[in-house]
């Protein structure tokens, strides 16, 4: 089984700050690898697929990237809608999701 | 508008059966693999199984297989996961998903319904 592994955890950060989460991959899984946003009640809400193609509808200050084991995505200017949990998933062999990362207020 | 919308959520005791479903609208049916994702309560996301457009090919997660079965009706456009001896382990908020171009990625979630195993 591929294992996802996040870090961190948790991320404090301010409006306006870059955030960066990186995403291990247990074995290769080239570039099939998804991020969503999730908020506390709801669905999590697809942002990337392919590791870095941004889904239509999704802010220009996401992005992804990264191949094979490692992948980090990136908010360029954290606003007030974006604390939220982010997982990531790998598709290469079924589906595996990260634990999470929960970007809260500093 | 793409829906998802799962039912049959419930209170069930340890060692019963509960079958969910989700029923969508919008989109073609018959064009998507669609998936069943879990989530306990303050965890993470779990993926739990997958059925192929025609419902030739089904998929699950090792620790479920032989207790949780995914199905389809491509005439009612309804996807089904029927669960068996229920854990306690088992509670959590079940999505269903649509996948899109073939990969196991979710471009579409329903809203989720609660299946709580509790005597």
């Known amino acids: 089984d591929i294992q996802m592994t996040q870090s961190p955890s948790t991320l404090s950060a301010s409006v306006g700050d870059r955030v960066t989460i990186t995403c291990r991959a247990s074995?290769?899984?080239?570039?099939?690898l998804a991020w969503y946003q999730q908020k506390p009640g709801k669905a999590p809400n697809l942002l990337i697929s392919k590791a870095s193609s941004l889904e239509s509808g999704v802010p220009s200050r996401f992005s992804g990237s990264g191949s094979e084991t490692e992948f980090t995505l990136t908010i360029s200017s954290l606003q007030a809608d974006d604390y939220a949990t982010y997982y990531c998933e790998q598709y290469h062999t079924y589906a595996t999701f990260g634990q999470g990362t929960k970007v809260e207020v500093k | 508008e793409v829906q998802l919308v799962e039912s049959g959520g419930d209170l069930v005791q340890p060692g019963g059966s509960l079958r969910l479903s989700c029923a969508v609208s919008?989109?073609?049916?018959?064009?998507?693999?669609m998936h069943w994702v879990r989530q306990a309560p303050g965890k993470g996301l779990v993926w739990v199984s997958r059925?192929?457009?025609?419902?030739?090919?089904?998929d699950y997660v090792d620790s479920l297989k032989g207790r949780f079965i995914i199905s389809r009706d491509n005439a009612k456009n309804t996807l089904y996961l029927q669960m068996n001896s229920l854990r306690v382990e088992d509670t959590a908020v079940y999505y269903c998903g649509r996948s899109r171009d073939g990969g196991s990625y979710f471009d579409y979630w329903g809203q989720g319904t609660l299946v709580t195993v509790s005597s």
């Open positions: 919008g989109f073609t049916f018959t064009n998507h693999w």
């Open positions: 059925i192929k457009s025609d419902g030739s090919i089904t």
């Open positions: 074995q290769s899984i080239s570039s099939w």
